[in-house]
């Protein structure tokens, strides 16, 4: 069996224990993929110890050649993008066409980050007094612990990572104890690239390692995407150990259509954010709110094709959705789809896991559409992490809005629609960090702000150029070179 390290300071290293896991394909629990270490405090303190060390030159390498590196990244990126694509799938389930969609997110990420390393603009303003400057610009944080989940085992850490790493910090980086291969070969990826030893480490583990990361007093920043329940107690401790530290979390995504829209198109749209990812995103399409005057047409539309989707390993050609991540997480789905029904959902497709031939083999479940959805219903509210479709009736557009803004979540959101006003009222009036128009609420684009408001997260956006607010520091300097003492708010008025 393939046994596999964690990077530290440039090293390929086991666990200071001895101890490892085996990570098992959702597609098929018979193919294990290896061995891989199980870190302790032993292995975070060196980590840390690396990357803190690192620190010291790295932030200093000036940012446009910091930049060049992850050019050279972004450029392994695509090389391995077939063969990383192929790994990711084995290990976590999704297509192959969705995984390699999920490392070009790193390419275009590596290099928008190499872009904006001539871009880390500061800002000057004017002086109360004569004969002085005043400027601010952006400096690194320190030491960067990034944990992450498994569902984009690429893309996500690379929002996080890359532009860290081109702010002049060092990472050190958890992949989810479900996806550490990919972990592996994004180290594999930035060594080549010619990152320097200690400024990005690996460690693989679960995920109690993850808060001996967090709670490790050199680590000067957390950034965390995974679920509520643990960003929630991540941003406790950071909390109480002044780091700084955000937050992507959770989501219950709605896609409202209305009578104007075009039917085949939203259809399309919904089938895609919902079971795409086997409903597994945290943009996932999990409520659909429908307009009374198409809600029955529109169910019957969506359950003829919905029913069509082709199940399977995702290493197979044709398959268009994969396995859920493991069984734990199917038990957890169809308790959900139980409750649902009990509550008085009507179950109009899937409900159910699929044992069909070779899926027998894996951990998968059958594309599930409930309709009938009220407001105080379990599965309105809380999130599934899976193929699961919530659908719910609008009375009017006023009621679509206060069914899509009626959850504590506001990640992302859609509203199919050819009537302008609608559009733009969705578009100002939705709580979320996302709003697509006539397109479905998965899709973000790597150099766009991404995050979400209300419990989805604490106010930071990856993505785009505000990750960069996350990855720095404001410093402000003052040059006075009038060659006296001016006093502020005293000598000038
Ligand atoms: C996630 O599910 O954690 O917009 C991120 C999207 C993808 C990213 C999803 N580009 O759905």
Redesign the pocket.
């Given at each position: 069996m393939q046994e596999f390290k964690n990077y530290i300071n440039g090293q390929w290293v086991a666990a200071k224990s001895g101890q490892s896991f085996e990570n098992i394909s959702p597609a098929n629990h018979e193919d294990i993929i290896g061995k891989f270490p199980l870190s302790g405090q032993e292995d975070v303190n060196d980590a840390v110890a690396a990357a803190k060390a690192a620190f010291k030159k790295w932030r200093l390498v000036p940012a446009p050649k910091r930049g060049d590196l992850l050019r050279i990244a972004g450029d392994i990126f695509k090389r391995r993008k077939k063969e990383l694509g192929k790994i990711m799938t084995r290990e976590m389930g999704k297509p192959t066409f969705e995984t390699e969609?999920?490392v070009q997110?790193a390419i275009d990420t590596a290099y928008y980050s190499a872009s904006e390393t001539r871009r880390l603009f500061g800002k000057t303003a004017p002086s109360e007094m004569l004969n002085k400057f005043n400027l601010s610009f952006r400096v690194p944080v320190g030491v960067c612990g990034i944990i992450?989940?498994w569902?984009?085992p690429v893309?996500?850490p690379s929002w996080k990572i890359l532009p860290a790493i081109a702010a002049g910090n060092t990472v050190v980086y958890k992949p989810s104890k479900d996806s550490p291969h990919s972990g592996v070969v994004f180290a594999e990826i930035l060594e080549e690239a010619g990152i320097p030893p200690g400024v990005f480490n690996v460690l693989l583990g679960k995920g109690s390692m993850g808060n001996l990361i967090v709670e490790h007093p050199d680590v000067n920043l957390i950034g965390f995407?995974g679920s509520t329940n643990i960003g929630n107690q991540i941003g406790e401790i950071c909390g109480r150990t002044n780091k700084k530290c955000s937050l992507?979390m959770g989501?219950k995504n709605p896609q409202v259509v209305m009578p104007s829209a075009d039917l085949d198109s939203a259809i399309e749209g919904v089938l895609w954010g919902a079971f795409?990812?086997t409903g597994?995103?945290?943009?996932?399409t999990s409520r659909l709110i429908i307009h009374k005057d198409i809600y029955s047409k529109f169910i019957d539309m969506l359950v003829a094709k919905a029913g069509k989707l082709k199940l399977g390993d995702g290493l197979k050609e044709g398959t268009q959705v994969g396995p859920v991540i493991h069984d734990t997480a199917l038990k957890e789905i169809d308790n959900y789809v139980k409750i649902a029904v009990k509550e008085g959902g009507r179950l109009v497709l899937g409900g159910e896991r699929a044992i069909e031939g070779d899926l027998a083999k894996g951990s998968f479940y059958k594309p599930t559409i409930i309709a009938d959805i009220t407001k105080d219903m379990t599965i309105f509210r809380e999130e599934i992490f899976g193929p699961v479709l919530a659908v719910s009736k609008a009375e009017s557009f006023d009621h679509a809005l206060e069914l899509a803004n009626g959850v504590q979540y506001g990640l992302?959101s859609s509203i199919y629609t050819n009537d302008i006003g609608e559009a733009c009222i969705a578009m100002r009036d939705i709580e979320a960090g996302?709003t697509y128009i006539n397109s479905p609420?998965?899709?973000?684009?790597?150099h766009m702000p991404?995050g979400g408001v209300k419990g989805t997260g604490n106010g930071h956006r990856e993505g785009g150029w505000t990750v960069f607010d996350i990855f720095t520091e404001w410093k402000t300097v003052y040059i006075d070179f009038s060659g006296k003492l001016q006093r502020a708010q005293i000598d000038n008025y």
């Open positions: 969609g999920d997110e992450t989940a569902n984009f893309a996500v995407t992507e989501g795409g990812t597994q995103r945290c943009t996932a992302s996302i609420t998965i899709g973000a684009e790597a991404f």
